[in-house]
């Protein structure tokens, strides 16, 4: 969450700041409810005064002897007009609280204005799109004749998954594989497995509830459970209520889970294929560091999410994404767009945000800063590192030969037992 400090301090710096996301912060109504909090916590604290100095007298007159039953009435009035204060000062602290939670992150000077993806800034592209003598397949055409079973997915399942089976579920493995070996071995991330059910709160802490409920899959029960969106959830959620000490940062962790979503903001978005689905597996990657460091650490991030792209010889663009574009709980996001050769244009297959410390105020996410001695909170960044069912799209499309065969990357033969081609 947005410090909230700078909330009481500079309000309409802070609307000006989120209007750029195309935010409206209704600064009247932020300010009157602020100002009810802090009167009423003033009453509260003075009731609380009020009531200690009356104990005392009431212990003192029992001392010496004297009738108290008139000190102790009093006091029991008093106790539950604090009582009534204190209620509504919860309410009023709940109110405050959701507001700020449902506050977007602040974005960095360097984030480009804009309101959509068309003001997305292109920063760099590397390698050619390959030129086919022949008119490419999508992913689709190409995976049915190899393993990729929509129709089977659907009896079972439903509209958005799919079943792999036989050299295409080893590829999908393969990728999953290399991406992990590449970061540990290469990048010297520390490798986790981690819950895929979650509580609310651990959604709550890297901003996904209470904005996105309506994307994420609940399950019944006491207590209640939600499908990770992304491993980010579970990685970030590892420092919660944490003061880590200096020398442990940065804290570089990877991870590779399935990601459920209910795309329910994406109806009628890419129906076919493998492009966007309730169920997709992601390797990702998830930084904390110091709060001087994390802008560094941003592009080390996206320069590691890049490496997998750049070992499997697939063109690709970065963007930077606009003021409007760019994620809720981040302050700056690259976005790596792969080249699909049956669309004739990049789709996103890795999005790498800086939250700074968006994420770690609402986790309770801290560092102790040798300079002051104080817990402070650390700044948390996440990118995918990449989406595996994604890079299988990209592999089919941009390694397919004319008879329908797709040859596979070199970098993943190690992990295919010897397998160069799926037929």
């Keep these: ?96 609280s959701d507001l700020q939670l449902g506050l977007p992150n602040l974005l960095h000077s360097s984030v480009p204005d804009g309101r959509d993806e068309a003001a997305n800034v292109e920063v760099r592209r590397w390698g050619v799109p390959r030129q086919f003598h022949f008119t490419p397949q999508d992913h689709v055409a190409l995976g049915e004749r190899v393993g990729m079973d929509f129709e089977a997915a659907g009896r079972i399942s439903g509209a958005r998954f799919v079943v792999l089976t036989g050299g295409l579920a080893r590829l999908h493995r393969a990728l999953a594989q290399f991406m992990l070996d590449l970061h540990v071995g290469d990048h010297e991330y520390r490798e986790a497995y981690v819950p895929y059910l979650v509580h609310a709160t651990a959604l709550v802490g890297t901003g996904q509830l209470p904005k996105f409920e309506q994307d994420l899959f609940a399950v019944s029960g006491d207590p209640g459970f939600f499908l990770i969106p992304t491993a980010e959830v579970s990685l970030t959620n590892l420092v919660r209520d944490q003061i880590l000490p200096p020398e442990e940062l940065p804290l570089k962790l990877v991870a590779h889970t399935p990601c459920f979503r209910s795309e329910a903001g994406a109806a009628g978005k890419d129906t076919r294929g493998m492009i966007r689905q309730h169920q997709f597996d992601k390797v990702e990657l998830v930084h904390i560091v110091r709060p001087e460091n994390s802008y560094a650490a941003l592009e080390e991030l996206t320069s590691h999410a890049e490496a997998v792209l750049k070992a499997l010889e697939l063109p690709y663009r970065v963007l930077a994404l606009c003021a409007g574009d760019t994620g809720f709980g981040a302050a700056k996001t690259y976005d790596l767009e792969v080249w699909l050769p049956s669309q004739q244009r990049f789709r996103e297959i890795s999005s790498c945000s800086n939250c700074e410390s968006f994420q770690a105020r609402r986790l309770q996410a801290r560092w102790r800063n040798p300079v002051t001695g104080k817990p402070e909170p650390v700044h948390t960044l996440n990118g995918s590192g990449v989406a595996v069912g994604r890079a299988l799209v990209a592999v089919l499309e941009n390694y397919q030969q004319e008879d329908g065969t797709i040859t596979v990357p070199a970098v993943l033969a190690p992990y295919m037992g010897g397998v160069t081609q799926l037929r």
């Design 1 to 96: 969450m947005i410090d909230p400090k700078l909330l009481r301090s500079d309000l309409p710096g802070v609307a000006a700041a989120l209007a750029r996301r195309g935010f409206v912060l209704d600064v009247a109504a932020f300010a009157a409810l602020e100002e009810q909090r802090k009167a009423t916590q003033i009453e509260a604290d003075r009731l609380r005064a009020e009531r200690n100095a009356h104990a005392k007298a009431v212990g003192q007159a029992k001392s010496k002897g004297q009738d108290a039953a008139a000190l102790l009435a009093a006091g029991e009035s008093l106790g539950g007009h604090l009582q009534r204060v204190e209620q509504q000062l919860e309410v009023i602290q709940a109110q405050v």
